[in-house]
């Protein structure tokens, strides 16, 4: 089997990318380019290594550990390999674009970063393929560790090492949850390998009780509100590269266990798993997107999109669950395939995004909005870039975002079909609504990240000085750029690709999913031939833009006179410019109820109210979440710790009492008075 | 045999109702001389050798040299006294009594029909009054005396009910208890000379 | 496919546009008892920014040029997919796409009034996506209402799911929802002003404040353009056919003269709200939907 | 082969008596280290000779693989915390703290406490495994009240007053065991030889073994630090030199362990277990409960420690309690890495402190700057610690709660898990505040920590990662015949 050599050949690689910074170490250029070189072979790899099993069908590879827990192998089945080559396409781009931002880091621990950067990439590959419980496990906390440290790589500031404490916790709990899911089963099955607990007996209970563990586990990984407070926090700390990697492919592993569990070991379950699943996603991609929008930290506002995305494709999976307990085959492949074609698209736009705000960052060194400006004319290509990941997160056509939107809209309105009743159609309606609600403030929220972030005039002047980013980084943005117009353009391509991942899964039936012709969008749902052609629309595009050209071309050649904006006599400045701030001021006013921003207040910088006045305007945003429920919680273990601790007061005859308390109580227990 | 753990019984009360350090001491050496008295005895029954010899060491360890040890901490402490204990004197004799009480039950419920109920009880007692001495005395000398007064009860159950152990155990056992007493002495007087009183309630420095 | 029956239409529909917001300013104006403007007057408006030489601010970047392509071409697509009887069997684009397309006009027109970097022009982009978020969920709410019936968004079917279906209580409140969203959506009062110029009230003007010349021109334009199309929306989805009994081209060209008739009234009779009174105007519309989703 | 065993018990008693005589710190350096090596060759000589030729007794001394288990432990931590001592005492003789007479005293009493484990580990029978035990703590007694000070005598007073208490309350579980014992055959030569009593345990007198059992565990238990008895632990390890810390939470702990498992091999077959899994699982599970507001709330990083060896001594406890043979396996298994783990991480807090001349967490300050190899090796000792991936420790909690499932205490295994988020949550709270952050202002020590402590922290942080994914086949039997001689069989 070639993937099991070229799978053993990329753990290979990513592990020298491991050990190669000890010997590199000495010269940070040399260190920069064999690690991430090896990275990008690895990936590479990772792509190829799909492939194959896409065209020869699973593999099963045996791994060089030894735990008493019977021998602990990899299978890749097509699940895997569709997450796999999420790895690899994303992995090669961050790579790439590593070269050119390590730079950055020549004199800020570089072999750290390098060498925990391919374990991130190891730990992950092994988290999509492993096939045991405990390899999956230690797995999946050697990638949470990784990227914990990766997070905290800056520790200069605090706030990073606070973020990096908060992931750390939050993931580790989330994985507590995921033990006792997969105990559960291993138990049920009497055996701890992927293959065996598919037909795990446990009662109805136990499955609930696991379906719920697995949504809290995975949910926390995957930024699942209310469990989300870890991701803006931990994703802006790490370096851009990284943070594209953990927007990316991270947060997918999460979705990749629930795949595994929903549609592999817990086959299908009552309608509440769906709805529940259904519920969550729609007020996480809503919450979500809100605190993006009132963001003005670049890389929070694109971490707080992250957990908008995770929620549209939570309502993909939520529906398809409720098709499957429905038997309704059919539309629980369309459901999944909307889901996981998501999966894709928000890995590629995500890292986009993330890796143009890494450029922006590296070239001017701040991340607030409200600092930038005019940088499209300064950075260009990145500027075009960034553009293009903007428009595919706000799921404008003809980009890719559009298409996995689409489709979830497609899912989300043959609802009312299995839940019957006016409470069904209500229900649909709502998320349809709810879901557009999102798609506007995503776009909203990417006009104002583009628009104040790379045009009008420089609001500072590292924006002033900032300068475009070197070529490698360049390249690795365009490769996903690329890839998000080809999956905008040619969404058969992917469907057909996921329509190979979702075959032979129980409940589930993706024939027609890829429409007859290769322009049409048209899953053959059997109840509409409500399809799309994306070829067609660019052409009524295109044929718009050409009539605009005629008509603008009529009257012949126009002369074009430059000549400032008028205000009112005075020369325009970039202190006139409306400000990210300002731009979410009135949707703030309007969903005060969610956003808590409160004191936004100006601040007169110097004391004199006559003349050369110098105002800054802040905003404060409490976060629901954080302040209703994990401040009270924390406090209260605090408080209860204190009250504890007074049991060890120093006394060596209460010490005593101690001993003879239990002597005496266990003695009358046992003797059963 | 009876008498004797009677007489042990009484010794033991009359230790908790000790405020004087010294009477406290003679009061062990007492107690422990009954100890050696109730060896012999058993020896009498069984006619084994090694009895005797715990009965010698007996008299010579703990009626000999540990009252000697804790005389001499007593002599160098000046005029320390255990004035206010944490439960005063006639309410810790009152609970030592509820501990005799308890420990009779114990054993009855536990070991219905035992051979030596009244041994094991009376041992029972003497660990907990024991155990009483250490929580409710402040003077570290009267916490060590609580503790071998445990020792004393432990080894009446080994001697009553399974007539001594074997001797290497036998020695093993003396040869820790002597030890323990000297390490407690040494810290004792330790305390005594870093300036620190011999009050151990005062030991509270180190916390949570 | 016919996706040239679908340029052709759309062709059509651009050509019409500016015929009826020019009727609607002169049913307006003769309802304020003024003359008003002719008929063609928006068409010589048109060809007289066309002529004009333009003047554009040094702060702006390609985007600013884009844009107004970007925004007329959507609006012609938008107008390509609508469904009269040209293109009712066609898989070219649903009712999703269409709102897609329209937005995504309006994302580089917001772009665009950012691009030159003054006040007005961002707030303008500001306001105008604060609208639009708050019409996206009503938009498909009313939408809904016809898509469950059709149990797809194409709008062949739907239109032609609505032609044969008796008139019903449901379609009145999910009419009402969506004209209000129409209103919203086109720019009219009470939502916004299309005849202001005060800084303070104007949105979509605002935005286009930097615009002079041919770039304006088209913009006007593409405006006219989608705002036909949000009236045929109307038209042939919320208009069951035996309400003027013939589904024939006639009986649209007179719905359409209605609905213009409607929306002028209604700009006469009513005034332009305050910005933070949009959100309730609209939450009706949300609440009407639902009442006809019950009502189905 | 017994020759052997006498070896292993002489060596340490002669190592001691000559550093009695050494005026020199090289002459103390040379015999120490060679002893501790000679020993713990000893001792692997006779963990092989147990792995290739089973369980073998010579008079009153017996060794099969469940003592094999804990000797490979020893054997470790013999050389280990010599290494260890050579530079952290010799650091303290160089910066004042202490005088070479008592550095003298050091080596003896370290010996001795060697000694003392040792035969606990390899006595025959129950009564001498008592005054085995018991000698360790006399034998600490001294090295936790090492330096004579204030808190250094409360912390050893409170040692040796809460553990012999303890003990005496084993000596009275023994002594009624005794009784059992001749309840049936009459006090003969074989007196509370286990091997005996196993096998006359079906006829012993439950009422008597039960009762014996209790005052054993509780007993036993004093020393293991399973709450509530183990007030005496944080005082004892946070004054004792790191050295003796380590031994202490690394070793002396599991010996009490162990004393309860060989008194659990024998009560077993009378008691039911019903009784038993209610007592250990309790104590287990109250034991870990009881650290978690000590980890959570700390300000000295020794404590911090300590109490993290209560939790872990509650998990291997559970272990036993749980009962099945994975989960004995897992216990055993326990007991080694959190050996190892922990007493790595206490030679790092003694050189941590040495470095900034304070315990108290809030002053420590930048390790990963100031110095790099010790605060990176902290980090990852932490990790492992705290159970997490791909350390030994995670390995065996996971086979632990993987039997807790298995056997159906499904709560039980789920509540474990969250207590250890719980310490987790604390552990790693700390680490992070004392590795990262910004070095605080303070003395620098002028001698830096020599290179034998290295090597000891690196050594057992290495053995740490490599059982995380790698358990050797012959440990892998030796565990399970241990497990299986536990239970019984």
Same mark, same amino acid.
């Given at each position: ?135 999956? $496990? ?173 929620? $549209?494709? %939570? ?11 429905? #038997? ?42 409200? #600092? ?14 960034? %553009? ?242 994990? $401040? ?5 273990? $605090? ?35 | ?208 | ?67 107004? !392509? ?92 609505? /032609? ?6 449901? !379609? ?74 013939? /589904? ?49 | 082969?017994?020759? &052997? ?59 099969? *693989? ?14 280990? +915390? ?27 009493? &370290? ?14 029978? &129950?009564? &001498? ?91 036993? =238990? ?111 298994? *326990? ?77 039980? =295994? ?18 992070? =505040? ?10 620098? +020590? ?44």
């Amino acid at each position: 089997m070639i993937a099991g050599y070229l799978y053993d050949l990329m753990l290979l690689l990513f592990s020298m990318g491991v050990v190669s910074v000890f010997f590199t170490s000495s010269n940070a250029k040399l260190t920069n380019y064999v690690a991430h070189s090896l990275a990008l072979l690895g990936s590479t790899l990772a792509i190829l290594c799909a492939i194959f099993v896409f065209m020869q069908g699973k593999v099963d590879i045996v791994l060089p550990v030894m735990l008493p827990f019977g021998p602990i192998g990899s299978s890749i089945d097509f699940l895997s390999a569709f997450f796999l080559l999420i790895i690899g396409v994303v992995g090669a781009a961050t790579s790439i674009y590593a070269y050119g931002y390590s730079q950055e880091y020549y004199h800020r621990r570089l072999p750290l970063m390098a060498g925990l950067y391919n374990a991130f990439l190891l730990s992950m590959v092994l988290v999509f393929t492993v096939s045991h419980v405990v390899a999956f $496990i230690i797995a999946w906390e050697v990638m949470s560790t990784v990227s914990f440290f990766l997070v905290n790589h800056e520790y200069e500031k605090k706030v990073n090492t606070r973020a990096a404490y908060i992931y750390i916790v939050m993931t580790h709990l989330g994985t507590i949850f995921i033990t006792i899911a997969f105990l559960l089963l291993a138990v049920g099955a009497n055996s701890m390998d992927f293959s065996q607990l598919k037909g795990s007996l446990v009662s109805e209970n136990l499955r609930n009780v696991i379906f719920v563990c697995t949504l809290i586990g995975f949910g926390t990984k995957a930024g699942m509100v209310p469990l989300h407070i870890w991701l803006p926090r931990a994703h802006p700390a790490a370096p851009s590269h990284v943070s594209a990697l953990m927007s990316g492919v991270m947060l997918k592993t999460a979705i990749y266990g629930m795949c595994r569990f929903f549609l592999d070991f817990l086959g299908i379950g009552p309608v509440w798993w769906g709805t529940l699943v259904l519920v969550l996603g729609i007020i996480t991609a809503a919450i979500g997107v809100l605190y993006a929008f009132i963001e003005h930290d670049i890389k929070r506002l694109l971490a707080y999109s992250s957990v908008e995305n995770i929620g $549209i494709i %939570l309502l993909g999976i939520g529906a398809g669950m409720v098709f499957m307990s429905k #038997q309704q085959p059919v539309l629980a492949g369309l459901a999944f395939s909307a889901a996981l074609y998501h999966v894709f698209n928000h890995a590629l736009f995500k890292s986009l995004s993330f890796m143009g705000a890494g450029a922006v960052l590296q070239a001017t060194h701040t991340k607030d909005v409200d #600092q930038l400006g005019g940088l499209i004319k300064k950075m260009p290509y990145t500027a075009v870039f960034f %553009l293009v990941g903007s428009v595919a997160i706000a799921a404008l056509p003809p980009l890719n975002g559009f298409i996995s939107e689409w489709l979830t809209f497609q899912v989300l309105l043959f609802l009312p079909q299995v839940l019957v009743g006016i409470t069904g159609k209500v229900f649909s309606a709502l998320l349809i609504a709810l879901l557009g609600l999102t798609g506007a403030l995503a776009a909203a929220c990417f006009a104002t990240a583009f628009g104040i972030t790379f045009l009008a005039k420089p609001r500072s002047e590292q924006a002033n000085e900032a300068v475009e980013a070197p070529p490698t980084m360049l390249v690795g943005m365009g490769m996903l750029a690329g890839l998000c117009i080809v999956l905008g353009l040619w969404p058969i391509g992917m469907l057909s690709i996921l329509s190979m991942t979702l075959q032979n899964i129980a409940g589930i039936d993706i024939q027609g999913l890829v429409g007859h012709d290769w322009y049409a969008l048209a899953p053959a749902t059997g109840h509409s031939d409500g399809g799309i052609s994306m070829v067609a629309i660019i052409l009524l595009l295109l044929s718009g833009c050409a009539v605009a050209m005629l008509l603008y071309s009529i009257f012949g050649k126009e002369k074009v006179a430059v000549g400032e904006t008028w205000t009112c006599g005075i020369v325009p400045n970039s202190h006139m410019e409306y400000t990210a701030t300002g731009f979410s001021k009135s949707i703030r006013t309007v969903f005060k109820s969610i956003v808590h921003s409160y004191n936004e207040t100006v601040v007169n910088a110097n004391g004199n109210p006559y003349h050369g006045q110098k105002l800054f305007y802040h905003v404060r945003v409490r976060y629901l979440f954080v302040s209703a429920l994990y $401040i009270p919680i924390n406090k209260t273990i $605090i408080k209860v710790a204190h009250f504890m601790k007074k049991i060890q007061a120093g006394s060596v005859q209460v010490y005593v009492g101690y001993i003879m308390v239990v002597t005496v109580v266990i003695l009358i227990w046992s003797t059963g008075w | 045999m009876n008498i004797l753990t009677i007489l042990l019984l009484f010794t033991t009360l009359l230790l908790t109702r000790a405020s004087e350090l010294k009477t406290a001491v003679r009061i062990i050496r007492v107690q422990s001389l009954m100890l050696a008295m109730a060896c012999t005895a058993v020896g009498m029954e069984t006619g084994e050798v090694q009895i005797y010899v715990a009965a010698v060491l007996t008299i010579i360890i703990k009626a000999g040299f540990l009252p000697y040890v804790l005389l001499n901490i007593v002599n160098t402490l000046k005029h320390e006294r255990e004035d206010h204990p944490i439960l005063n004197i006639s309410y810790s004799s009152l609970v030592a009594c509820i501990a005799i009480v308890l420990s009779y039950g114990l054993i009855d419920q536990a070991l219905p029909g035992a051979g030596s109920r009244d041994a094991l009880a009376t041992a029972v007692a003497m660990t907990l009054i024991g155990l009483l001495l250490i929580i409710t005395r402040r003077q570290a000398v009267m916490q060590i005396m609580g503790m071998i007064t445990m020792e004393n009860g432990i080894y009446l159950v080994g001697l009553s009910v399974a007539k001594g152990f074997p001797l290497i155990i036998e020695l093993g056992v003396f040869f820790d208890v002597l030890v323990a007493v000297m390490v407690l002495s040494i810290l004792t007087s330790r305390l005594k000379l870093s300036g620190i009183s011999t009050d151990t309630s005062i030991l509270k420095k180190l916390k949570g | 496919m016919n996706i040239l029956l679908n340029v052709i239409q759309a062709l059509g529909v651009v050509l019409l546009a500016p015929l009826v917001a020019g009727m609607i300013k002169t049913a307006k104006a003769r309802m304020q008892n003024r003359r008003g403007p002719k008929l063609f007057q928006v068409y010589f408006d048109l060809i007289k920014l066309l002529h004009k030489d333009s003047v554009v601010s040094p702060t702006v970047s390609w985007i600013f040029n884009l844009a107004p !392509y970007i925004y007329f071409a959507g609006a012609v697509a938008a107008a390509a997919l609508v469904p009269v009887s040209a293109s009712r069997s066609s898989g070219v684009g649903d009712i999703f796409t269409l709102i897609y397309l329209l937005a995504l006009g309006r994302f580089f027109l917001v772009l665009a009034s950012l691009d030159a970097g003054s006040a007005f022009g961002g707030m303008g982009g500001a306001r105008e996506m604060f609208i639009a978020v708050l019409v996206e969920p009503a938009l498909l709410l009313s939408m809904m209402t016809v898509a469950f019936k059709a149990q797809s968004t194409n709008l062949g079917l739907m239109a032609s799911m609505v /032609e044969n279906s008796p008139l019903s209580l449901a !379609y009145v409140f999910a009419a009402v929802a969506f004209f209000i969203v129409l209103l919203a959506e086109t720019g009219r009062i009470p939502v916004d002003n299309p005849d202001t110029h005060l800084e303070l009230t104007m949105i979509h003007e605002g935005m286009t404040l930097e615009y002079s010349a041919r770039k304006l021109a088209l913009i006007f334009w593409a405006s006219a353009v989608k705002q036909l199309v949000m009236i045929l929306l109307f038209v042939l989805l919320f208009l069951p056919g035996n309400v003027f009994g013939s /589904e024939m081209f006639s009986g649209i060209v007179l719905k359409v003269l209605l609905v213009a008739m409607v929306i002028a009234i209604a700009e006469t009779s009513t005034n332009k709200l305050r910005l933070f009174k949009v959100p309730d105007f609209l939450a009706v519309s949300c609440l009407l939907s639902l009442l006809a989703l019950v009502a189905q | 082969m017994g020759e &052997l065993l006498f070896l292993a018990l002489f060596v340490p008693i002669l190592t001691g008596l000559l550093s009695m005589f050494q005026s020199k710190t090289t002459g103390l350096a040379i015999v120490n280290l060679s002893g501790s090596i000679l020993t713990s060759s000893c001792l692997v000589a006779i963990v092989y000779k147990i792995t290739v030729g089973g369980a073998f007794s010579y008079k009153m001394l017996y060794v099969d *693989h469940l003592s094999a288990v804990l000797l490979c432990v020893l054997a470790v931590l013999t050389v280990t +915390s010599m290494l260890f001592s050579l530079s952290y005492m010799g650091k303290e003789l160089v910066n004042g703290h202490i005088t070479i007479i008592m550095l003298r005293r050091y080596y003896g009493l &370290l010996n001795v406490l060697i000694f003392t484990m040792t035969s606990v580990l390899i006595v025959g029978n &129950l009564g &001498l495994m008592w005054v085995a035990v018991e000698a360790t703590t006399l034998a600490s007694a001294f090295l936790v009240a090492f330096y004579f000070n204030h808190s250094a005598l409360e912390a050893a007073w409170k040692y040796v007053m809460v553990c012999t208490v303890g003990i005496c309350l084993a000596l009275l579980g023994t002594t009624l065991l005794y009784y059992a014992q001749v309840s049936v055959v009459g006090s003969d030569f074989q007196a509370l030889d286990w091997l005996a009593l196993t096998k006359m345990s079906s006829q012993l007198d439950p009422a008597i073994v039960k009762l014996a059992f209790m005052f054993i565990l509780i007993g036993y =238990g004093t020393k293991v630090g399973l709450a509530p008895m183990h007030t005496w632990l944080p005082d004892a390890h946070s004054q004792a030199p790191s050295s003796i810390s380590a031994l202490l939470s690394g070793m002396v702990l599991s010996c009490a362990a162990y004393a309860i498992m060989r008194n659990l091999i024998v009560v077993q077959a009378v008691i039911n277990h019903e009784f038993l899994e209610y007592l250990l699982i309790g104590f287990g599970v109250f034991s870990i409960a009881i650290a978690i507001p000590f980890i959570l709330v700390q300000h000295d990083l020794k404590r911090l420690l300590a109490y993290s060896s209560v939790e872990h001594m509650g998990i291997v406890i559970l272990g036993i309690g749980i009962g099945t043979p994975l989960a004995i396996y897992g216990a055993l298994l *326990h007991m080694i890495n959190h050996a190892i783990a922990k007493s790595a991480l206490f030679y790092m807090a003694g050189v941590i402190t040495q470095e900034y001349q304070t315990k108290n967490i809030a002053r420590i300050r930048g390790l990963v700057t100031t110095m790099p190899l010790v605060g990176t090796l902290f980090i990852i000792a932490i990790l492992a610690i705290t159970g997490t991936p791909p350390f030994g420790i995670f390995i065996s909690e996971f086979i632990i709660i993987t039997a807790a499932f298995a056997s159906g205490r499904i709560l039980l =295994g789920a509540g474990v898990l969250l207590l250890l988020a719980g310490i987790f949550a604390g552990m790693v709270y700390y680490c992070l =505040g004392m590795a990262f952050g910004t070095k605080p202002k303070y003395r620098a +020590s002028t001698v830096s920590i020599g290179r034998p402590a290295l090597m000891a922290m690196v050594i057992s942080v290495g053995l740490v990662i490599v059982t995380g994914l790698y358990v050797p086949t012959w440990l892998n039997d030796m565990l399970t015949m241990a497990a299986s001689i536990v239970m019984g069989g």
